[in-house]
């Protein structure tokens, strides 16, 4: 089992330059979210889905887009890089329903910085 | 802002030791999750406790949960160098519906 696959690991931008951070999971889990790790501010959610079609804004969802076109994939969209964007980038999933506790499944991480 | 707290910050012991960890949340919650995260590493889930449940055990971790005081603690019994990481409550919050908002985190380190 892969889990959940995330892609690029590193990443060097620019100011202003677009990138998309690509995660993917097999588990087939209707529920994925990213979030950005920063030093002495733990995880901020950013934008999740619910299922394929279904987005929603997270804590701080200003410069970053989401679409969720099948249940796999949930790629994040910098339009325009800013150095306050530099961070740790993780998806995470799991599965919904009945019952949902929450309990995530996270991916290693993209790191990324802008110059 | 952050839903949880954690303390201390940092924490480091000798091997064999216990290691508690506490963490404090501001709303009424569905449950309150611990997570694991080694250095470089994604987060690890290590256990969920309730809103209606008061303890757990997990092999060497035990979480307590009081709601009253909006806390919780995560105690590693004997520890090991391997334990060595960072750890993170999260809640997910009864008005959230599908929202788990992290903590700051501790670092532990045991040293052997």
């Known amino acids: 089992n892969a889990g959940v696959t995330q892609t690029p690991k590193f990443q060097v931008l620019k100011t202003g330059q677009s990138m998309t951070l690509q995660c993917a999971q097999d588990m087939n889990h209707e529920y994925m979210s990213w979030y950005r790790q920063d030093p002495g501010m733990g995880l901020r959610l950013i934008h999740y889905?619910?299922?394929?079609?279904?987005?929603d804004q997270g804590e701080v969802p200003n410069g970053y887009n989401v679409s969720r076109s099948t249940t796999e994939d949930f790629p994040l969209r910098l339009l325009s890089a800013a150095p306050s964007q530099t961070s740790v980038y993780f998806c995470a999933s799991t599965r919904r329903g009945q019952g949902w506790t929450g309990e995530l499944f996270f991916g290693e991480g993209s790191r990324l910085t802008v110059l | 802002s952050q839903q949880g707290e954690e303390d201390p910050q940092a924490l480091s012991i000798q091997e064999g030791e216990n290691a508690t960890m506490n963490c404090s949340y501001k709303t009424s919650i569905n449950n309150l999750q611990w997570y694991r995260q080694n250095s470089g590493r994604g987060l690890v889930h290590l256990i969920l406790i309730r809103s209606n449940e008061r303890e757990k055990h997990s092999g060497r971790l035990r979480v307590t949960l009081d709601t009253s005081k909006k806390s919780s603690s995560l105690l590693i019994t004997a520890s090991r160098a391997a334990d060595t990481a960072s750890y993170f409550c999260?809640?997910?919050?009864?008005?959230?519906?599908?929202?788990?908002?992290f903590g700051e985190g501790t670092q532990l380190t045991v040293n052997p």
């Open positions: 999260a809640t997910v919050e009864e008005t959230s519906g599908s929202r788990l908002t």
């Open positions: 889905s619910v299922g394929a079609g279904i987005t």
